[in-house]
């Protein structure tokens, strides 16, 4: 389970044209693995791994299939770390590398009032690079798959902003 946190920028209205912006953050807690390294003494290596990302996503356009309840596709980046902390072994070497991956959002978002907004959302992605974490010589402990899927549900607050502001 990951957590998110993100801000949203849409312009609403009756057409197709309704473009969205969203930056988003999300940590996706440690995963503990146990792997048996070395012999004949069978040590048990640990490793901790995490991520943490930023995504920026647009959809340029929306499907309206009532006043309330729309459907987005979108295109987005995602940029962050993977972290490994090992322990367990006579060499621990903690490693951060990179995260990069291109995505493709779809959000369907019900408003039932002008402050509420429910959101279910589905994310096909594609890493650009496919790490590998290991234990020396060759025990693989995660290997980064070429394609990835997210599911998720946001009850997010919402606030309108004026279609048009004077200032003097």
Same mark, same amino acid.
């Given at each position: ?15 197709? &044209?309704?473009?969205s ?13 146990e ?7 069978? &040590? +048990? ?5 995490s ?26 980046? &995602? ?18 590398? %990179?995260?990069?991956?291109g ?8 408003? %039932? ?12 992605? +594609? ?42």
């Amino acid at each position: 389970m990951a957590y998110p946190a993100f801000v949203d920028l849409s312009r609403h209205g009756p057409g197709w &044209q309704a473009p969205s912006l969203r930056l988003a953050f999300s940590y996706l807690p440690e995963r503990d693995v146990e792997q048996v390294v070395g012999s004949p003494a069978g &040590q +048990v290596g640990t490793a901790e791994l995490s991520r943490f990302a930023g995504e920026l996503s647009g959809c340029p356009l929306q499907i309206r299939f009532r006043p309330t309840l729309v459907l987005r596709p979108c295109l987005g980046v &995602q940029a962050g770390a993977l972290l490994a902390t090992v322990g367990g072994v006579d060499e621990p070497a903690d490693q951060v590398v %990179p995260w990069l991956a291109g995505t493709m959002p779809l959000r369907l978002q019900y408003s %039932p009032l002008d402050w509420a907004l429910i959101e279910l959302s589905a994310e096909l992605g +594609v890493p650009l690079v496919r790490h590998r974490f290991y234990f020396e010589p060759d025990l693989t402990v995660l290997q980064v798959s070429p394609i990835f899927a997210a599911l998720g549900w946001q009850l997010p607050l919402t606030t309108g902003v004026p279609r048009a502001c004077r200032f003097s």
